[in-house]
Each structure stands twice: as structure tokens, then as C-alpha cells.
């Protein structure tokens, strides 16, 4: 009997609950396209299509997320940056890598090996993504919330990760989170030293690594040597309706009507969700017959230009 190989990412999946921060371990380290030389070529790919995102590292915790690489560009070609990162000063992450032929096939052997034990509590994943990030020491990724469920893990060098529970109202409110999924505005979302008492602390080296539920709060600090980092993304059903929710009640605040908290209304939470999945379904009914683009969350692959 051939049995199934292991996921490539360990954590008690009899425990795991998809929207409790859980540390991980994995066994990706070693994996070739992660060697620089690799990654450069793959900027080179991506560049063109301006699938690269670089800040130097004057951005700090408290920078807005959205605008530091016009904050802080980095002075030299993207590509020439990653050449050199040790001594470049420089944050970058290469977007959407699913989008590259070599790279896609590293986003499917990760998750597929995942999907099953995720989906016996969180199904539906799809919407699928990877984000690598070359980073020189010393550097930030600033605090901010993305909608997708993440498998954050270290390939190479040290990165204390802080990242704050998805209903973590101290840190995030409502009314941020309904203003992210409504407009994708972070601008609510800002940094308070403080926070950190109210953080999970993971001090990753190469082999592990966090999960971390569609938008919970995060920030990132490089150690003292050069660091890769990954994130395997993705949505399920649950994702979807939460981010439906939060965009209904956000929408709704713009002309002054204010519902009850997200997971604490349980029951509104689901006359919302009904109303706004049938209204999304007519209006992309109608795109469609006109032959219009619909965005579909559903899609096997996250699309270019998300982040």
C-alpha cells in the first residue's frame, strides 16, 4: 500500500482551529527555489509585471503598510537590490509567486499537502497565494491585516513575528476591519507600542513558522542576518462570508447606519451574509451577461495585483 506523503507543514491538526494563532514547523528550508540566485530569477520574471514590493529600512512598526515603499523606495533597481540584500537596507516581497509557472507548482505541493487536514474544519480553500520575502537585517514589515488565512515560515535567517488574535478589538476595531474589507482602506489601522504586551511573540529560525487567521494583526523584524521568508495564502468559505460581512457593515456606515459587532450578532451576522450573497450573485449575473470581468474569490489562484 502506497501511503499519501506528510503535509510539509507540521502542527497537531487534531488541535487545529482556523482562527486561533498556532505556531508550526515545516520542511521547506532546504528547497531549492528558495536559493538566492533562484529568487533573483524570479524577480527578473516578476518585475515586468510589477510583482515586486521594496521599502528600505527607514519604514518602522508604526509606518502606514500601503505607503511605505513611496515613503521609502529603495535607491537602486529592484533586482539589483535583491543581488545584494545583505548590505542593501532593503524589505522586499515578490507578489503573487502563483502567477509564475515554477513558483505555482511550489504554492500547490504546499497546499495540497495541507488541504485535507484543513478542510475537515475550514473548507472551501482556494483563492490561493505566495508571497516570498528577501529581507536585509534589521528590517520591518509594518503592522497591518491582509483578509487570507497565512502559513508564515522561515526558510533562512531569524524574524520575531508579533501577531495579535483576528478578534483582537484592543488592537484592530470593527470599524477598521469593516473599513479594510469594504474599500481595502488600512487607514484605520494604526500602531501602538503598547500592543505588543497583547501580541503571540514567535522568534522563528529556519524550520518554523506561525499560522495566522484571515486578519489578525501582524508585524514583522528581521534579525541580524539576511532573511527569506514565505507565506502560503489562501480563502475558504468562512473567510469569504466573514469578509462579506465586515464589506456589508462598512458600506452600510458610509451613510450612517451602524450594525452590531461582527461574532458577537450571530444571527444578524447571517441575515447580512444571505442578503449580501444573493444581491453579489444578481449583480454578477448581470457582469457576466454583458460580458464584464467579475472578481471571483472563488478562483483556484489568487489574481496578480492583490495584496
Known sequence: MVLDPPPLIDVDWTKFDPWTVTPVKHRLSDDHRFRIEELVKLAKRLESKGGIRAHTNAAEAGTSFSSAPDLHPVKDSLVATMEHIAAAKAWMSLLNVQTDPIYRELVDEVLDSVRPNVELKDPGMGYRGGWIFVSSPKTVTPFHIDKEHNFILQIQGQKTVYVWDPDELRVVSNKARDRFHSRHDRGLITWREEFRELAHCFKLNPGEGAYMPSTSPHLVEVGEEPSVTVSFTYYTDS?????????????????????????????????????????????????????????????????????
Open 239 to 307: 473567510t469569504r462570508r466573514d469578509s462579506l460581512i465586515h464589506k456589508i457593515r462598512g458600506r452600510l456606515a458610509e451613510f450612517g447606519i451602524n450594525v452590531p459587532s461582527s461574532r458577537s450578532s450571530g444571527v444578524f451576522d447571517e441575515a447580512i451574509y444571505l442578503g449580501a450573497r444573493a444581491a453579489r450573485a444578481a449583480t454578477r449575473a448581470v457582469y457576466r451577461a454583458r460580458g464584464q470581468r467579475v472578481g471571483e474569490e472563488q478562483a483556484m489562484y489568487a489574481r496578480a495585483g492583490s495584496t
